[in-house]
């Protein structure tokens, strides 16, 4: 028998009608394009990302419009009330001149702003602790706007970011962790497993009717009348009462449509507000390098030559008393704004810039006295924190405040301390850029 010629497995055979064309380089690029696709469009639609981040930035901010209402309480009737120098007559007409949101100039009695004023603390402090999240971020954002519009000359650079992270917010699932929410979602969790259905929420049903009567009233009185925020608001609460009776009434495909749909919405928020930063930062550092007193390394000398923002005059003394102080917090400081969007494509150098930027922040609070612009630039900036720092700081604190939960509670101490030990498994949930 005749056994024919075995051939190479490295050389292939050629064709009888010349010889084998090159393999195409582009060979498996669709299919591994595809599977690229595949997991990213995963990764935006199973979880919603950031969870800490989102958190410290509602708790940031909720924090600091509070602490500025409580500080400036006795002088609400000046800043933003009857006795303001920006009349109600110049405020209503510079609104109906652009359309700008604010209830407090549905009405000039006093009563009212008193009503509005402190409802807005209120919202702070039910954004503060997360309870019910998706409302209080509403009546937080509608707070911050009434209260800023109404007065459009108040404020120190901090209140445009407040502004513009109020309206973000309500697109984010800001309440995943350290809120109440989270831990009724989770005891909803342990009825759901145990009865097959979540109890009765006679809360939230009232919140939504109360909400969905001051809408009416509102719309049939006229006092909204932008054709944007009419449809904002009034989809707002559809969706609102929607997801509630999803998320109650119908598991399965129809819960998990509305948790994709709510996670897309969440990304994209979060993606708009870490570009928000980026901007923020790029602008305000590439206009400073435009500026001479930049260029020649002494803007930082002005101000601190004004006894407004002499808030330390011995220190103050002390650094503009040194010239290399100077030109070195100067450069420093256009330094980081303008590189700051470019170490974000390394982590650990990311880390150490937010770390002095925050040091910067800090020190504006401290010698400039703006205590309120400094602790919203550090919330802005929180959201590119590393996760596993936030679960440290989260850890902290709940080892602080468990006894004081605890003595609440009336409950024996649990194994283990404060439950720090259930942390490190959600560090696995925490996105990879932020690490």
């Known amino acids: 028998m005749t056994v024919p010629p075995q051939r190479s497995r490295e050389t292939p055979a050629a064709p009888a009608d010349g010889p084998a064309d090159p ?115 509403l009546l ?50 342990r009825e759901i497993r145990e009865n097959g259905r979540p109890g009765a929420d006679p809360v939230g049903i009232a919140l939504w009717a109360v909400m969905g009567v001051l809408l009416t009233a509102t719309l049939i009185s006229g006092e909204l009348d932008s054709g944007i925020w009419t449809a904002f608001f009034t989809g707002m609460w559809l969706v609102h009462g929607f997801w509630w009776l999803i998320r109650r009434h119908a598991p399965g495909e129809p819960r998990l449509v509305s948790d994709i749909v709510a996670n897309v919405v969440h990304n994209a928020a979060l993606l708009v507000i870490m570009a928000e930063v980026c901007v923020i930062y790029s602008t305000a550092g590439w206009y400073k390098i435009q500026g001479s007193r930049w260029q020649d390394g002494t803007a930082v000398y002005y101000p601190m030559q004004l006894d407004y923002f002499n808030v330390w005059p011995e220190v103050t003394k002390i650094l503009v008393d040194s010239g290399p102080i100077i030109m070195a917090l100067t450069y420093a400081t256009v330094f980081m704004q303008v590189m700051f969007p470019f170490t974000l494509l390394n982590r650990r150098a990311k880390n150490i810039l937010l770390v002095l930027m925050i040091g910067e922040h800090i020190g504006i609070a401290v010698l400039l006295g703006l205590p309120f612009f400094s602790l919203a630039m550090i919330s802005m900036d929180s959201v590119f924190l590393p996760p596993a720092f936030l679960l440290w700081l989260g850890s902290r604190a709940r080892r602080v405040t468990e006894p004081v939960r605890r003595r609440l509670r009336r409950t024996p101490p649990e194994p283990g301390g404060a439950g720090a030990a259930r942390e ?10 932020a690490k």
């Open 424 to 433: 490190p498994e959600r560090q696995d949930r925490a996105p990879a850029w």
């Open 23 to 137: 393999p195409s380089p582009f060979r498996g690029l669709g299919r591994s394009f595809d599977a690229a696709l595949g997991r990213g469009v995963g990764h935006i639609t199973r979880r919603a990302l950031g969870p800490y981040q989102t958190a410290i930035v509602r708790i940031g901010f909720a924090t600091t419009v509070l602490l500025f209402l409580l500080h400036e309480w006795q002088h609400r009737h000046v800043m933003y009330g009857p006795d303001a120098p920006w009349g109600f007559d110049l405020a209503t007409r510079h609104v109906s001149g652009n359309g700008a949101l604010t209830v407090l100039l549905w009405s000039d009695s006093t009563l009212w702003f008193e009503l509005v004023y402190h409802l807005v603390i209120l919202s702070c402090v039910g954004l503060l602790l997360g309870w019910r999240t998706r409302a209080m971020s």
């Open 140 to 189: 937080f954002m509608v707070g911050v706007l009434s209260l800023q519009n109404r007065s459009i000359f108040l404020g120190d650079g901090g209140d445009n970011v407040i502004h513009l992270m109020a309206m973000y917010l309500v697109l984010t699932r800001c309440g995943q962790v350290w809120s109440l929410d989270a831990r009724r979602a989770r005891r909803e969790e």
